[in-house]
């Protein structure tokens, strides 16, 4: 059974704040993915990773970096938290022969105050 | 207009009932259409994919992409109260192999005992 663990369920930080959301699959998946899910929009790109030290933005990557330096972690950094990336996160991975088939993380729930 | 429109309900059904959820596309480019079920406080999980048209059937759950009318449905059969979730329709246009999925909204429905 695929999984995909997120370091956190529930996360409270403050504006200014460095934020890490670390993510881990262990299936030996090539690409890997960070969403925001947020009421009445649904889920939005933020970042992707298809390889190793690799990465590509998504539809809304302002305010986010990421990092993969091992294949099976990738991390979400939120250089200086704002009330507005409050949202809950969402981890996801998949294979490169399976694009299309993505495996999700229980999400973190993270508050900006 | 967002690439993907979903109506966000909620969706209030008995049990027993036949359940049709849509969701609308503007991208003609889309080949790969899924859906994903959620359940509260977990992460999206895939139910179905379906590739170009037709109809796709898996037990109780049916999927239908149109893509003359950009349209997809996903029906649920003898609905039961643990299809209770949000529905997520999700869809790509399928370039390289790092699976970029454009989610709706979510539809979430309630199958009432």
């Known amino acids: 059974d695929v999984k995909v663990t997120q370091s956190s369920r529930y996360l409270v930080k403050r504006t200014g704040e460095k934020v890490f959301l670390e993510c881990v699959q262990d299936m030996d998946h090539e690409n890997m993915f960070w969403y925001r899910q947020d009421p009445g929009l649904g889920l939005r790109l933020i970042y992707f990773?298809?390889?190793?030290?690799?990465?590509e933005k998504g539809d809304i990557p302002e305010g986010y970096s990421v990092s993969r330096e091992k294949k099976e972690r990738f991390s979400l950094i939120l250089e200086s938290a704002s009330t507005n990336q409050t949202s809950m996160y969402l981890c996801?991975?998949?294979?490169?022969?399976?694009?299309?088939?993505?495996?999700f993380g229980p999400g973190t729930r993270l508050t900006v105050t | 207009q967002k690439e993907v429109e979903q109506d966000p309900g909620p969706l209030s059904v008995p049990e027993g009932a036949i359940v049709s959820l849509n969701c609308t596309y503007s991208?003609?480019?889309?080949?790969?259409f899924m859906w994903y079920r959620q359940y509260s406080r977990k992460g999206p999980e895939l139910l179905m994919y379906?590739?170009?048209?037709g109809n796709k059937e898996d037990g109780r759950f049916t999927a239908q992409v149109d893509k003359s009318s950009k349209y997809i449905s996903l029906f649920i059969r003898d609905s039961q109260p643990s299809d209770s979730a949000t529905y997520l329709c999700a869809m790509s246009a399928g370039s390289g192999n790092t699976g970029k999925l454009i989610f709706g909204q979510g539809t979430t429905l309630q199958v009432k005992p």
């Open positions: 991208n003609s480019a889309f080949q790969y």
């Open positions: 379906t590739y170009s048209s």
């Open positions: 996801a991975s998949s294979l490169s022969l399976a694009p299309m088939t993505q495996y």
């Open positions: 990773s298809y390889d190793v030290k690799m990465k």
